[in-house]
């Protein structure tokens, strides 16, 4: 390990616990029999990336919020609606998304004031649960690598583009290679112009949020005003928030609404991205706390209006049928086919877009520790932050499975397929990283806990999290028409976990007993001030 230590890492040593001493904290160096051990209790202090510190708060914030506010709002409330029937029951998972979501927030603030480094789940799961060894990071690589998709949103931007072009109904080839244009146009800019990328992604940040505010004043404008657009008399707008109206043909089925809420929990995604590039933010436990709870509370409030706007000025009708579309639908009918059915549908693509450009920064750097820890081959090459100063290889491995989960499917089922699979396994991880939390406190009550979680939400996630794994496989009442088995997302999901821990065994149990070696770690420096973890081969005696 390098013997630099970066300004705002020394004065974090001293609370690094008491089995290690240090004989030497100054700003320059420790000395090199006392320095920190990875193994040990390096995983607790904060390092500052090659990359350096260059996110500030309202960087951290659009980080943030540009990844929570993406395609979802603007193309899964109509399947939502669909699925669970009523407008009464969709807002209730809305609201309920959100307590959820906060429960699930307060988790990861723990984890990320008490490690504060970049990885976000891999940190902590691998931190947590050291035993079996390699155990946490092999499942978690592997389904980073293979599930970190960023596919969604490139076709949400490829949807809406040609949409506003004219150029609907024709055929998938279209769709997908404009969704592919826009992930190798992202992954580009993040390579060669870092600097660049993060204005960029700031810039289409605050073009969403204002994308979302305009959205909700066309409510409040239908509400005040009551133009026509074709959504039926007055009487009908007013008549349905009434009781009964409200809850009309609600389908309380479990693995109904499980499905539905798992589209909920997407679009509430992403509160936790600042928590994979904390090496790179400016005071990152304050930072974190404050940007985070901000979001949480301003996108609940502005997903709510922007759901009583739908149900305002599209018929109920047309909602349920709408997929993907229906943003493109409701600007169609405020401002007519000219500025509502062209130019704002581009409005959402180019939201699309931003949110394709942090998801990109954030994976790209996840999967860059990945790299790091050596469980990517040629990880020196991958780890590099040559010739750009960017996380080149990280991006690339982001690109390729995100390539191929847009070129392969049928368009019509990638998006809510994507969905749904991401939904479950982020839940598998979600409940490892609640029930770690717990473990943790009881294993290591001396960590210093800038943020401590109410143990009612950890139990309220875990809950939560439990039932939503099961629900899946609850039989729908009606038989299922969508052409594939109920719970194959759950399945596919599931089986995942499933080969990620039967990839382990035989890479770090099976295969070295038969050859008889050890697994060891060796850590080296590269050229550009990388430090990364390379996995040998020692015989054994």
């Known amino acids: 390990m390098s013997s630099k230590i970066p300004d705002d890492r020394v004065s974090l040593l001293a609370d690094a616990s008491s089995d290690l001493s240090y004989s030497t904290i100054n700003d320059d160096a420790v000395t090199p029999n006392d320095a920190p051990k990875r193994s040990i209790e390096d995983d607790v202090l904060p390092e500052t990336s090659p990359l350096g510190r260059t996110l500030g708060w309202n960087s951290a914030y659009i980080l943030v919020i540009s990844r929570i506010i993406g395609s979802g709002i603007f193309a899964t409330p ?9 407008p009464g029951l969709s807002l209730l998972l809305w609201v309920a998304g959100a307590l959820i979501a906060a429960a699930g927030l307060a988790i990861f603030l723990e984890y990320g004031s008490m ?47 040609l949409f506003a072009l004219g150029y609907t109904g024709k055929g998938d080839a279209v769709e997908k290679w404009v969704a592919v244009a826009l992930l190798t146009l992202v992954t580009a800019i993040h390579a060669v112009t870092p600097k660049f990328g ?83 933010v400016k005071d990152p436990v304050r930072t974190l706390r404050s940007v985070t709870m901000t979001a949480l509370v301003t996108t609940c409030v502005m997903y709510t209006l922007v759901n009583v706007a739908y149900f305002l000025v599209v018929p109920l009708d047309e909602l349920r049928g709408s997929g993907e579309l229906i943003a493109a639908l409701f600007f169609k009918r405020i401002f007519g086919p000219g500025l509502g059915g062209r130019v704002l549908p ?73 969905l749904d699979v991401e939904g479950y396994t982020g839940q598998i991880t979600g409940l490892a990283i609640a029930l770690g939390l717990i473990w943790l406190r009881y294993k290591r009550p001396d960590l210093k806990r800038p943020y401590k979680a109410w143990l009612s939400a950890v139990i309220v996630k875990i809950a939560l999290s439990l039932a939503l794994l099961v629900a899946p496989f609850v039989p729908p009442k009606e038989k299922y028409t969508d052409g594939l088995f109920y719970a194959t997302y759950a399945i596919v999901g599931a089986s995942t976990i499933a080969l990620s821990v039967l990839y382990w065994s035989i890479w770090t149990v099976a295969i070295p007993k038969w050859g008889r070696y050890s697994l060891e770690e060796d850590e080296t420096v590269l050229p550009d001030g990388t430090t990364i973890t390379k996995l040998i081969h020692t015989p054994l005696k």
């Open 198 to 280: 993060i204005r960029l992604q700031n810039f289409l940040g605050w073009v969403k949020i204002g994308i979302v505010v305009l959205m909700i004043l066309c409510g409040l404008y239908v509400v005040i005003f009551r133009p026509d657009t074709g959504s039926g008399a007055p009487a009908d707008v007013q008549d349905l928030f009434t009781w009964d109206r409200l809850w009309q043909d609600s389908n309380w089925n479990w693995g109904i609404v499980t499905t539905a809420l798992f589209k909920v929990f997407y679009s509430y995604a992403g509160l936790e991205n600042i928590n994979n590039v904390l090496d790179e």
């Open 78 to 86: 109509g399947t939502i609606l669909q699925a669970v029937g009523s």
């Open 115 to 161: 490690l504060p480094r970049s990885g976000g789940h891999k940190v902590y799961l691998e931190y947590t649960f050291r035993r079996p060894r390699f155990l946490a990071s092999t499942v978690v690589a592997i389904n980073a690598v293979f599930l970190g998709f960023t596919a969604s949103n490139c076709v949400i931007f490829s949807q809406y583009s």
């Open 346 to 418: 581009l409005a959402v693509a180019l939201s699309a877009f931003g949110n394709v450009m942090v998801v990109v920064f954030a994976m790209a750097r996840l999967k860059h520790e990945i790299a790091r820890q050596g469980f990517l081959p040629f990880s020196d090459l991958l780890s590099s932050t040559k010739p750009f100063n960017s996380p080149l290889g990280g991006l690339l491995v982001n690109y390729v499975p995100s390539f191929l989960i847009i070129v392969l499917p049928p368009s019509s089922k990638t998006y809510s397929f994507i």
